[in-house]
């Protein structure tokens, strides 16, 4: 609690001024704001007086007008200053987020991109409602009840504690009411966490449901997912009505001691009937901005959870660059008896010990789970290394600054997004220098051909964000266009054409086997067939290489590669059977 | 004007009504004490202060309060559950709503926004009106009882607040309009501020791999940039109406003093008019809290009127009369279709007919139009030009409930929803027993693994992260087909992206599910699909050629140019 609110301060630093200027239009305003008191103790005091005309009064109305409209002026201001500041933090907050997040180990990163998101716009977004209104509510709130609390005892002590009577009371009654505060919040996200799983399921699952008719209310899970919520506001609101509208009238109708004491005081001729109008109608509210700060101390402290979030993400270590090494003679692969796993996770390569040479077609194959992907994870850094020793072109994969191991090592994923843009732009961002001739060339071989003869804009055409307006099989060729305008070294494939028809991906496999000729080409992939291929297979299973070679060997050697090259051929060969089917009117 | 969207859930909320009783009453509570006020200032401005009246003021003051205590205890419970089970069912009907739309609506992008909506837009939308809701009640009621004392009081004085107090309102929905322009910019750039950030983040390997200056990061700084602007813009946006707002109390106070300082002047007596200003002071404080209360729901009112937009949207016409198929033979009549926007037609003059028990395949490369026919029988959209028809009858004229008897589907992608494994498998007959669902599961190969997780069949599922591997997904979604037992079955490349391992398995699920049914199936692997008794071959959203396998290779065309690239690999 205590190194959040240090963690905001830091936050906040850099807009001192800004906030400053802010807090005190703030103060100015709420000290306008007791003017209209002070102006109506004035009138009474003047219909008291012998000489009051008509004139006085209206002169001090319009006082309290001009005091009421300046009020409305300055407290505009204020509002301006805040959210300026407001405005100006969660723009530089987030550049500052995403910079960190450019800078820190992928590994880190991968995997976490929900997280992420809400940090980088659901919290920096929260930090809104504390900079913007929780702070200067909270200045003007105390600062209201203080200036206020002068003026009073300085006329008369007695009626000013009466008008501070009743806050020992309200403040047992806040305690009271917001003790458990910090588990219902924790139940409260955790329902509406639950509410939003089930109903982005809803959605994402909307064919599968029109498929079956079922509309959302029908699924129990999804209905009570979202009545909990409902169900556990009413539960906490019963908890704490009590003890909450208690706290609520202490604060705000404190009129009870300070009429019936001023009653007896001006009974006992020790106060005039001017200064009791002034504490039944300042003294009676003195209390009534603390409202807004203890309300306000509320919503701070599940503000205050996102300030702990966005200084989780912002102490991300950025990576140690090493000075970029001069470039080696080739991009061989050596493996040294090398672990490695997810950061946030036990390790799922054991012991590699592995050759690829500069040049040639590497499969990698195995079981799902058996380590395939981490394998490449390991070179583009989204693993980590653990132990032993890994090199490219002799190199120790560490001492490999990240923009050069991205010059290097060019990749293509399963699961790949496209930026919103234009295909031109998705293509030349890997290499903007790339002539019109590398274009085509690379649109050629990834097999996009076709699909940029049907596009009316061809090239130009714009595509949506992620990809959205493409197949996965576009996409994917898009993805393998753009690693080959990079013109990388070593190129990666983690099943980079596993969601296009057979003749694309025949035609693109053969691409990827010419240009294995010039490059390091490293595939993982499902499909046997292709892996025959290669000039060489690495067998995994269960994160350890089972033996490396060519199709023929493996097959006469290995016998985890017989039992995935049997599967598959069983797999090949089924055919779905003819149905058998009673026999009908027709 | 003040919309809280109470009205979406179709219902009405007894407790809202109990809420909106209470709060008056705690209202009246409030406000008897200025009643209190007046008799005990009318004393003390006459000099007839007592130690008396001290004690009766205490009293009835802390009697009121008492009672104000309890009364907004029982309000806030009443206002503050009625409100959450309201909007609560709002978000169902409203997510019900959405199964009767056609497919098109969920495409990319707009599937993202309705996400969104419906999940932390709305539970932005539900915290406002909440709040806003109970608090208004008080804020409005208060006022509303203080003009009936004013009018006890000073007649002239109560006509001039009763005029001005409310003419100051007019500036709330003007604030609204000036708000709702430059919110409408401000939403377009957060979404696009919200895209580009999660492509910094989703993409981040593929930006260091390939964005090596930095460009895709450049133009997301330069959006940040243009929100803040924008952010400013809609905060000061309202600002004019606000102010007038704000200084039109003001005036009607300032008003109300003037009319009380001329009727003293008259003569009437200076505790009245003291009392009066004192009354008419908390009159105006009171609408002014409820102006920016109300002035509260412009932030919910971007969501609302979206929500509202998504519940306007016109669903698939169920038939008035609805009709029951003879038998389940399958009929295309001239089926033509395009997706909206989309440059050419994705289906044109498509002709075919299956009996009921066969087993038609339809191949052709991705983009051919395969999944958009499928798409079509299960009634996913309505066609633009032709028919399809089971039966011998329109879908369109098939109640949801029968058509959905008729068709299983079984698709690529599955998806789990929150519930048991159990309920997933019965999805499409909630009725089925857990025998049933046993059964399916065992005929499917899904029992054995199921048996493995930690509560079998009640196991809870999050449909986030369900634990389970793309091929126990793909078995559960057999087994579903399965319970369903529904004659007619539509399999969309219910093997792709599995391996080798799984396949076997699935394959085995599939032989058992297709038994007895009639099989739409579209395969991308043509081995699989080399006994069907028919296959339709699509090119470019029509029917080129269609046959068995082996007629079909003899005919030395589309087809077997296919197979031979099949054959190759």
């Known amino acids: 609690m205590r190194s959040d609110w240090r963690l905001l301060a830091v936050l906040l630093r850099p807009h001192a001024g800004l906030l400053a200027l802010a807090a005190a239009l703030s103060i100015a305003a709420s000290a306008l704001e007791l003017m209209p008191y002070w102006l109506l103790v004035e009138l009474a005091l003047a219909i008291a007086g012998p000489s009051a005309s008509l004139a006085t009064l209206a002169g001090l109305t319009g006082a309290i007008l001009l005091a009421a409209v300046l009020r409305l002026l300055v407290f505009g201001g204020a509002n301006i200053a805040s959210h300026t500041a407001s405005f100006r933090v969660q723009r530089q907050l987030r550049e500052h987020l995403l910079d960190t997040l450019h800078r820190a180990p992928l590994a880190r990163v991968q ?207 950025g990576l140690a660059e090493p000075p970029a090494p001069a470039a080696p003679p080739d991009h061989a692969i050596r493996l040294r008896g090398v672990c490695g796993g997810p950061a946030d996770g036990p390790d799922t390569l054991h012991d590699l010990w592995l050759d690829i040479p500069g040049q040639g077609y590497t499969a990698i194959v195995g079981a799902s789970g058996a380590g395939k992907s981490s394998l490449l994870g390991l070179l583009t850094g989204a693993m980590e290394l653990r132990a032993g020793h890994a ?79 493409l197949s996965g099989g576009e996409r994917q060729r898009v993805a393998i266009a753009r690693a080959l305008l990079a013109n990388a070294p070593v190129l990666l494939l983690d099943e980079a054409t596993s969601a296009a028809d057979p003749q694309t991906e025949l035609g693109i496999q053969r691409d990827l086997r010419r240009l294995a000729g010039r490059h390091n080409v490293i595939a993982v992939t499902h499909r046997l067939a292709h892996a025959r291929l290669a000039d060489r297979i690495v067998v995994l299973d269960q994160g350890r290489i089972e033996a490396v070679g060519p199709h023929e060997q493996l097959l006469a050697s290995c016998s985890t590669y017989q039992r995935l090259w049997e599967a598959q051929g069983r797999g090949h060969a089924w055919t779905l059977s003819r149905p058998t089917f009673p026999a009908t009117a027709s | 004007m003040f919309d809280f969207g109470f009205d979406l859930a179709g219902r009405r909320e007894p407790r809202l009504l109990r809420g909106l009783c209470w709060g008056i009453l705690a209202a009246l509570a409030e406000t008897l004490p200025y009643l209190q006020l007046y008799r005990a200032l009318a004393r003390v401005f006459a000099g007839q202060a007592t130690a008396g ?54 495409l990319a992008r707009r599937r993202a926004a309705i996400a969104e909506l419906l999940t932390g ?105 243009d929100l803040e602007r924008e952010q400013m813009q809609a905060e000061l946006a309202p600002a004019p109406a606000l102010l007038v707002f704000g200084f039109l109390l003001q005036a009607g106070f300032a008003g109300a003093a003037l009319a009380g300082a001329y009727a003293w002047a008259k003569g009437q007596d200076a505790s009245t ?35 509202r937009a998504l519940a306007r949207e016109p669903a698939l016409p169920e038939p008035v009369h609805a009709r029951e198929p003879d038998g389940t033979d399958i ?134 992260a369900p634990g389970l591997s793309g091929g126990e997904c793909q078995r559960l979604a057999i087994a579903r087909a399965i319970v369903k037992n529904a004659p007619i079955l539509i399999l969309d490349e219910a093997l792709a992206n599995i391996d080798p391992d799984n396949a076997w398995q699935i394959q085995q699920a599939l032989d058992a599910l297709v038994q007895g049914r009639t099989v739409i199936m579209i395969a991308h692997q043509l081995r699989t699909v080399m006994q069907a008794d028919q296959i339709w071959v699509l090119r470019d959203g029509q029917i080129v050629e269609r046959g068995t396998h082996e007629a079909l290779l003899a005919k030395d065309a589309d087809y077997a140019a296919l197979w031979q690239a099949q054959d190759s690999a």
């Open chain 2, 53 to 106: 009246l001290a004690l009766e003021t205490l009293l009835v003051l802390a009697g009121c309060n008492l009672a104000l205590i309890a009364l907004k205890a029982r309000a806030n419970v009443e206002n503050f559950g009625g409100v959450y089970t309201l909007v609560a069912d709002a978000r169902l009907s409203i997510a019900d709503r959405l199964s009767q739309l056609p497919m098109g609506v969920f």
């Open chain 2, 273 to 307: 008019y003291l009392v009066v200003l004192v009354i008419a002071l908390r009159y105006f404080r009171a609408l002014g809290d409820l102006g920016l209360n109300l002035a509260e729901l412009r932030h919910a009112r971007n969501t609302l009127l979206h929500i």
């Open chain 1, 111 to 317: 995997g976490h991109a929900g997280d992420l998101k809400k940090t980088v716009i659901d919290d920096v977004g929260s930090l809104d409602g504390l900079i913007g209104h929780t702070l200067p509510d909270a200045v003007a709130g105390i600062a209201v009840p203080l200036i206020a609390a002068g003026w009073l005892l300085a006329i008369d002590w007695r009626m000013a504690l009466a008008s501070l009577a009743l806050l020992p009371i309200a403040i047992w009654a806040y305690r009271r009411s917001f003790r458990n505060l910090d588990e219902l919040l924790m139940r409260w996200h955790a329902a509406d966490t639950a509410a939003n799983t089930a109903l982005l399921s809803h959605v994402r699952g909307m064919a599968t449901l029109k498929a079956h008719h079922r509309v959302a209310s029908s699924i129990a899970g999804l209905r009570q997912a979202v009545h909990a919520l409902a169900t556990l506001a009413e539960s906490v609101t019963r908890q704490t009505a009590v003890p909450y509208a208690l706290f609520f009238v202490a604060l705000s109708t404190n009129l009870m001691a300070v009429l019936p004491l001023g009653i007896l005081l001006n009974a006992r001729g020790s106060l005039a009937p001017a200064d009791l109008l002034l504490f039944v109608t300042l003294g009676a509210g003195l209390t009534a901005p603390l409202l807004r700060v203890l309300s306000a101390f509320g919503a701070m402290q599940r503000q205050l959870l996102g300030v702990r979030r966005i200084g989780a993400l912002l102490a991300l270590p």
């Open chain 2, 121 to 225: 837009r709305y539970a932005h939308y539900q915290e406002i009106i909440a709040r806003v809701w109970g608090l208004s009640i008080m804020n409005a009621a208060v006022p509303g009882l203080l003009w009936l004392l004013l009018c006890a009081l000073h007649f002239p004085v109560a006509i001039l607040c009763g005029a001005l107090g409310p003419l100051a309102f007019l500036a709330i929905p003007w604030s609204h309009r000036l708000l709702s322009r430059a919110d409408t910019r401000l939403s377009a750039l957060r979404e696009q501020v919200v895209v580009a950030v999660l492509e910094q983040i989703e993409s981040l390997r593929e930006l260091r791999q390939f964005d090596r200056n930095g460009t895709r990061l450049a133009r997301t700084k330069r959006l940040l940039a």
């Open chain 2, 331 to 464: 009929c295309l009549r001239e089926v033509g279709f395009q997706y909206p926007g989309a440059a050419r037609p994705a289906l044109s003059q498509i002709h075919g007919y299956a009996r009921a028990g066969e087993f038609v395949a339809l191949v052709g490369a991705s983009g051919s139009g395969k999944s958009t026919l499928a798409a079509l029988l299960a009634r996913m959209w309505d066609p633009d030009q032709g028919a399809l028809l089971i039966g011998g009858v329109n879908l369109r004229e098939l109640s949801g409930d029968t058509l959905n008897r008729c068709i299983s589907m079984v698709l690529q992608e599955v998806v789990l929803f929150e519930g048991s494994i159990a309920d997933n498998i019965r999805l499409g007959r909630p009725e089925a027993t857990i025998d049933e669902v046993r059964r399916a599961a065992i005929a499917a190969h899904a029992h054995a693994f199921i048996e493995r997780l930690p509560r079998g069949y009640d196991t809870p599922v999050n449909p986030e």
């Open chain 1, 391 to 469: 090199t490219l072109g002799g190199i120790p994969l560490a001492s490999i600054p990240s923009a050069t191991r991205a010059a290097w090592i060019a990749c293509v994923f399963q699961e790949t997004l496209v930026f919103a843009g234009t295909l031109r732009e998705n293509l030349l961002i890997a290499n903007p220098q790339a002539s019109a001739t590398d274009v085509a060339a690379a649109v050629r071989q990834a097999g996009l051909s076709a699909l940029l003869a049907c596009l009316p804009d061809g090239l130009d055409t714009h595509v949506a964000e992620r990809g959205a307006s």
